[in-house]
Nanobody, 114 residues
């Protein structure tokens, strides 16, 4: 299983929280991993990335609200999302960063709505 497997999405009210999880192949253990998101008709965008040593890069639209982390022993990367807004509604994917060979999972839908 090379493609990552995402989970944890769902429907949440504005201001709520969700925690996404992604398990990835051992072959990516020494790669930076990232969360991306995509809305219909738009390009997939980077949300946050974390390298194997734990250094993170969180993009401006979610900075201060989202936290990315990884568990190298479990080959899992997490995205803790707080104070969710309707604009955060998207399909969230995880993958290596950069994802030049299109190692994408099926994604997990996050819907923020009252």
């Amino acid at each position: 299983q090379v493609q990552p497997v995402e989970s944890g999405g769902g429907l949440v009210q504005p201001g709520g929280s969700l925690r996404l999880s992604c398990t990835f192949s051992q072959i990516f253990s020494n790669w930076a991993m990232a969360w991306y998101r995509q809305t219909p008709g738009a390009q997939r965008e980077l949300v946050a990335a974390v390298n194997p040593s734990g250094t993170t890069n969180v993009k401006d639209p979610v900075k201060g609200r989202f936290t990315i982390s990884r568990d190298n022993a479990e080959n899992t990367v997490y995205l803790e999302m707080n104070d969710l807004k309707p604009d955060d509604t998207a399909v969230y994917y995880c993958g290596p960063y950069p994802n030049t060979r299109n190692y994408w999972g099926q994604g997990t839908q996050v819907t923020v709505s009252s």
